[in-house]
């Protein structure tokens, strides 16, 4: 499957930093810090984008090559792009009604959405929007029938791909977050309401769509909860460590494609390999959750390499800002790219036209990309590693 690129519609916002610039001050700054941050010092943050310029490419100029191929086979199902839109909670407070505009977005380029449990719209909702083409995110909860009627949902809906997080036994320490009132339990105050004052377009279309709320888990709580009490909520129902047992369970009750995310060491892709999962997404939660640990883009280059290959999909997310970026993360060994931030920005800096906006902008990085290294498709990456 051959693609035309169609370069971006707003050629003021070439790249993500463009689109991060005008984000930026479109969102209010309480808003902004906690998509933008990273626990504790936010070192992990910066090695997840730093560590990719050690990696190099080298072109062959003189190699005849064919037309461009960017499609890629994924659980069943060709893709337009090798890569997809990564996860995130409280999209709808960064821009609203983010999730919806994605998921449409996605699924007119035919790429992959996965939605959060923690988004701000409903399992229902984004696979109406989304033809049911969207992917599904798991937070574990602690109680098992909350979980067993999650699956429930999704399979009623007929989700194509469930991912379950598994790097979350605790929420991360988040200074920014904690400044900005919105850790567990989460609180507005005056700075946070003078700061969204002076983001009209976001507070009209905050108005329109209504204050954001965790739509997929409405169901299981008490109406009427106050900030303090949604926090309680939230740790009650979802602290608590995910390990091989628990994704054993799910996976003797989900019958279709089961994907680990936020594996970064040998020994937990040995055990998702011993209970039959589909694929994994090498991921550090965006520099969310350990700032001793290292970056997604280090955990991909060890967990490519044999025994692994070929034994499930290997794909990754964190750290990945231009089609370059993609294009080193194949050499390397990924077989999928997501990316979460990226996506957000440019909602952010262009609203319902940002993530149209941000896939064409991506594909048409990467397609100059690989014009530049004389190869086809996404396979032929690692022959250019330099």
Request: hydrophobic share 40%.
């Amino acid at each position: 499957m051959s693609v035309k690129i169609k370069y971006p519609y707003h050629t003021g916002y070439p790249s993500v930093a463009d689109l991060k610039k005008r984000a930026k001050w479109r969102i209010p700054k309480f808003a902004f810090d906690y998509l933008e941050g990273g626990c504790n010092e936010e070192l992990n943050l910066a090695r997840n984008e730093n560590d990719f310029d050690n990696i190099l490419l080298k072109p062959q100029y003189l190699h005849v090559s064919g037309e461009i191929d960017m499609s890629v086979e994924l659980f069943g199902k060709r893709y337009s792009a090798p890569f997809g839109i990564s996860p995130i909670g409280l999209q709808g407070l960064m821009w609203p009604n983010a999730p919806e505009i994605l998921a449409k977005a996605a699924a007119k380029n035919n790429i992959p959405y996965i939605l959060s449990t923690v988004s701000t719209s409903s399992i229902e909702r984004i696979a109406e929007v989304s033809d049911g083409e969207a992917w599904f995110q798991l937070y574990h909860p602690t109680e098992d029938r909350l979980r067993d009627d999650i699956l429930d949902r999704l399979k009623a809906v007929e989700c194509p791909v469930l991912v379950v997080l598994v790097d979350v036994p605790s929420f991360g320490l988040r200074y920014r977050e904690i400044k900005s009132g919105l850790s567990m339990p989460p609180k507005m105050n005056i700075s946070n309401v003078a700061q969204a004052l002076i983001c009209p377009e976001w507070g009209i279309k905050t108005l329109q769509h209504g204050i954001p709320s965790f739509a997929t888990l409405k169901p299981y709580m008490e109406k009427g909860l106050d900030l303090s009490q949604l926090g309680q909520f939230m740790n009650k129902t979802f602290t608590g460590k995910v390990n091989i047992q628990k994704v054993q369970a799910i996976r003797d009750i989900w019958k279709g494609p089961l994907v680990l995310k936020g594996i970064a060491t040998q020994e937990d892709m040995d055990a998702a390999i011993s209970i039959g999962v589909d694929g994994v997404i090498v991921s550090n939660h965006g520099g969310r959750q350990i700032d001793a640990g290292e970056s997604s883009i280090h955990s991909l280059i060890r967990l490519t390499q044999d025994p692994y290959k070929n034994k499930l999909k290997i794909m990754m997310d964190g750290g990945i800002r231009s089609g370059v970026d993609l294009g080193r993360a194949y050499a390397v060994g990924s077989e999928f790219n997501f990316m979460g931030r990226p996506f957000m920005y440019g909602v952010g800096a262009l609203g319902d036209e940002g993530g149209d906006h941000t896939i064409n902008m991506f594909k048409a990085q990467l397609y100059q990309v690989m014009q530049q290294l004389s190869i086809e498709n996404i396979n032929q990456f690692p022959s250019r590693l330099l």
